[in-house]
């Protein structure tokens, strides 16, 4: 059975200003059924963020909690480029990676690398580069909303 992601109720409040309820097994079907039914490229990546968080804690334990994926999403505010050319897919990895936007856990990285990566791979074309690149931008991102 398909797992629900009701975005409304556990990203909305606070965060995405959209409500929807989003189907998807996996990463294809979530990107599938969003860009179905929001036009928004903010509200796009706020659900696409939000799933794919709320998969890939399920799939691969990364210990999400509502609260950790509220401020996955929330980061979409101080992304500076066109928010459509954002890996969403990196995006929550780097953040996993760089432990909430603090600094790079090498055995995160080393853990996602070895066991993540390799059963991605159908769901994207991402490479250990991309993971350290986004990493760092979460790093990045964190001081700039910080000083806000």
Do not use: W
């Not at 909690?65 to 979409?76: A, E, G, Q, W």
């Amino acid at each position: 059975m398909d797992h629900e992601i009701n975005v409304y109720q556990r990203v909305s409040d606070n965060v995405c200003n959209v409500s929807s309820t989003i189907f998807g097994k996996n990463v294809k079907d979530i990107y599938s059924n969003i860009n179905k039914s929001i036009h928004s490229p903010r509200d796009k990546l706020c659900l696409i963020l939000d799933g794919i968080s709320r998969n890939y804690n399920e799939r691969f334990d990364l210990d999400l909690d509502n609260n950790t994926i509220k401020d996955i999403v929330s980061y979409i505010d101080y992304i500076k480029k066109p928010l459509g050319y954002i890996n969403a897919i990196c995006f929550v990895l780097g953040y996993v990676i760089s432990t909430g936007g603090i600094e790079i856990d090498n055995n995160i990285f080393l853990d996602i690398k070895s066991r993540i990566l390799p059963m991605i791979q159908s769901d994207s074309r991402i490479n250990e580069a991309d993971l350290i690149r986004y990493t760092r931008y979460i790093i990045n991102l964190k001081k700039i909303k910080n000083k806000k």
